[in-house]
């Protein structure tokens, strides 16, 4: 990452305790005297944005002759002696190796097919900058530095449990991401949502975009890109829909916003209304199969992941074992 890209998490995200700082000193020259403070260190260090800047000096790593100077607006004199620690920001140090637990699923030279458990962030963004599947591909594997996003090619939401599929070769990432743009992977997901759904089966082609009025809520929205899922009833009980979806394009969160555009937000969607029930506490969706042809002998692949605990046991009491084994 360039650090010149700005910080996106706030001061105190990142963790400082095993990162070797380094420190930059000098003196104000007379040319500087008078100029506020965080202007003479973005002029000192420019592969620091002067957001970041600002940030350190808020947090006292910046000493004006001795003593800490907490003050971004600060006026500077000529001859005093200005030295500033240069605390990486949480961007540079979130594309690491990190131990993580990965099940495989399928594997072989070129791909890995794995089961994401719910809580787990994909990629590193704000507010995770460390602890994501990303950082455990990079210590999994020592070729996934050289890929892009360390071979993902498609995500499955924080909370969202299930198959995914990354490559471990540039010829398999190009092949995947292709496949995924072609629309030739199929994608296949279990959901239960509140409400009755009347319909055998429909499919929801509605364009998704971001929502105008919550920036972290996607929405229907003319204009928006094109999305289609396709929706299977298997069970209902008791104000609970047990659903099969299949995905036809990728959307930012495609199925919960298409499932609640109709009235039936997931359980435990607290995004898009759904209530927590049935002993869940993150939404109701997981990613029950993945099929594809493998991107370098075109063998067939159909990978199925088991539902974790949690979702098991709220799908047997709406569904039994419908879809399960």
């Excluded at 963790?15 to 005297?33: L, N, Q, W, Y």
């Excluded at 910046?62 to 030295?83: H, I, K, N």
């Excluded at 471990?168 to 759904?197: F, M, N, P």
Aim: hydrophobic share 45%; charged share 20%.
């Amino acid at each position: 990452m360039d650090y010149r890209d700005g910080p996106n998490a706030g001061p105190g995200d990142e963790d400082e305790a095993d990162t070797a700082i380094e420190t930059r000193s000098g003196a104000v020259t007379s040319a500087e005297h008078g100029q506020r403070l965080d202007k003479v260190l973005a002029a000192r260090v420019p592969e620091f944005s002067r957001t970041w800047l600002q940030a350190l000096v808020a947090r006292g790593h910046v000493r004006l002759d001795g003593g800490v100077a907490t003050l971004p607006a600060r006026r500077v004199r000529s001859g005093q002696s200005l030295a500033v620690e240069l605390v990486p920001t949480a961007e540079s140090l979130a594309f690491r190796p990190e131990p993580l637990a990965i099940t495989a699923l399928w594997e072989d030279d070129h791909i890995l097919v794995l089961d994401k458990p719910a809580g787990l962030v994909v990629h590193p963004a704000a507010g995770n900058w460390s602890g994501t599947l990303l950082n455990g591909l990079l210590a999994r594997h020592p070729g996934a530095a050289q890929l892009p996003r360390a071979g993902i090619v498609h995500r499955l939401d924080k909370d969202t449990s299930g198959v995914m599929v990354v490559g471990k070769t540039l010829a398999a990432v190009t092949a995947l991401s292709r496949a995924i743009a072609e629309r030739s992977v199929q994608r296949r997901y279990l959901a239960l949502a509140h409400g009755a759904v009347a319909e055998a089966s429909f499919s929801v082609e509605a364009p998704i975009g971001r929502d105008p009025v919550s920036r972290v809520r996607m929405a229907v929205v003319a204009g928006g890109k094109a999305a289609r899922t396709d929706v299977t009833r298997l069970a209902v009980h008791e104000g609970f829909s047990a659903l099969r979806c299949a995905l036809h394009t990728g959307r930012t969160h495609q199925i919960r916003v298409h499932l609640a555009s109709r009235g039936h937000p997931l359980v435990a969607d607290a995004t898009y209304g759904g209530r927590p029930a049935l002993g869940l506490q993150r939404q109701a969706l997981h990613a029950w199969r993945l099929g594809l042809a493998h991107p370098l002998s075109g063998e067939p692949l159909a990978v199925v992941c088991k539902p974790p605990p949690d979702f098991a046991a709220a799908w047997r009491a709406v569904a039994g074992a419908e879809a399960l084994e």
